[in-house]
């Protein structure tokens, strides 16, 4: 009987197929001869989602395949410089330590591994910059590693503290594949984020979604009118933003939404004045809104919706049906 390293390789390549990433990763630690050929076959390890928190220690979370095997692996120092690696696996938990080695370099050695396995898109990647993270050099580290290869994913989430933080990212992540781009806040404290760089990278080219939380913008209109959806934060919305919004929307073929919170805002009456009176409801807090509906030109059947209440203002594509009876298309 033959064992596997007799194998032939049609023979070897069908065996392999048919193991999931785990028994893969498993079969490798075998001997180098199997390692190396799992490793030049280029399997697919079809991860559905990555999840990487980066604080005083690093946690991984991989799922795999229709079914969600998992993988949690966390990364941490301890004592007399060494590497403290904690792995849950199918509610199984693992455990080790490794003298004079470093979390840091140990985490993204892994990660380098799983990601040689990538063929399929993952449908999400979650990065969280923690700001109290033990080392100021990891975003250095994660273009070292993504600068051989691009991560596929449609969505890309990542929680920062300051744009060098996603830059260290975004550049690394295939543009023809990424949809959609969620930014959090790490401080929650609404500061500045400064996007210049962000905009003219490859990958906000081909980006249908926006949403950035807890920090303010001031992204030029221009640079907004390719996406479908937008959910943004301003100091203080203008005349002049709501002006050039409501043109983009009359004449974009792809912009569907777009919500902007604001601190201040001195267009209430500006707008009453230029659209006439709004049709007035309330939303589920109670807070009234005011609406108007314009007439997208060479559409019978879509309208402008412009919606402000007291912090918030929303211009969206809807259906003529929608529109209530007793408002007025302008």
Request: charged share 25%; net charge negative; with cysteine.
């Amino acid at each position: 009987m033959l064992n596997l390293l007799e194998m032939p390789d049609v023979a070897m390549n069908s065996i392999l197929e048919k193991l999931d990433y785990i028994d893969l990763q498993r079969l490798r630690k075998t001997c180098w001869t199997i390692r190396n050929f799992i490793d030049d076959s280029k399997l697919d390890s079809f991860l559905t989602r990555i999840d990487i928190w980066i604080s005083d220690y690093i946690n991984f979370d991989f799922k795999f395949g229709d079914d969600d095997q998992r993988i949690q692996i966390q990364y941490k120092n301890v004592e007399n410089n060494g590497c403290e690696i904690v792995i849950y696996e199918n509610y199984k938990k693992r455990q080790k330590i490794l003298e004079n080695q470093d979390f840091v370099d140990l985490a993204f050695l892994d990660l380098q591994s799983v990601l040689v396995f990538q063929k399929s898109v993952p449908h999400f990647l979650n990065i969280d910059f923690c700001s109290k993270s033990g080392s100021s050099n990891i975003p250095e580290r994660f273009q070292k590693i993504l600068k051989f290869r691009k991560i596929k994913t449609k969505t890309f989430r990542t929680t920062v503290t300051r744009e060098l933080e996603i830059l260290s990212i975004l550049p690394f992540l295939d543009s023809n594949h990424l949809k959609s781009l969620i930014i959090f806040n790490d401080q929650g404290d609404g500061n500045q984020l400064d996007t210049s760089e962000i905009v003219e990278s490859e990958q906000w080219k081909n980006l249908e979604t926006l949403t950035i939380r807890n920090f303010v913008v001031n992204i030029p209109i221009r640079n907004l009118k390719h996406l479908k959806r937008i959910y943004v934060a301003v100091r203080e919305i203008t005349m002049d933003m709501v002006l050039e919004l409501k043109e983009a929307f009359l004449t974009s073929e792809s912009l569907q939404e777009f919500k902007i919170d604001f601190d201040s805002q001195k267009i209430d009456q500006n707008l009453a004045e230029l659209f006439g009176v709004p049709f007035t409801d309330h939303d589920g807090f109670g807070q009234e809104r005011k609406k108007w509906f314009f007439q997208i030109p060479n559409s019978e059947n879509r309208v402008l919706l412009i919606s402000l209440n007291l912090y918030c203002i929303i211009f969206y594509r809807n259906w003529t049906e929608n529109v209530p009876e007793n408002a007025v298309i302008i």
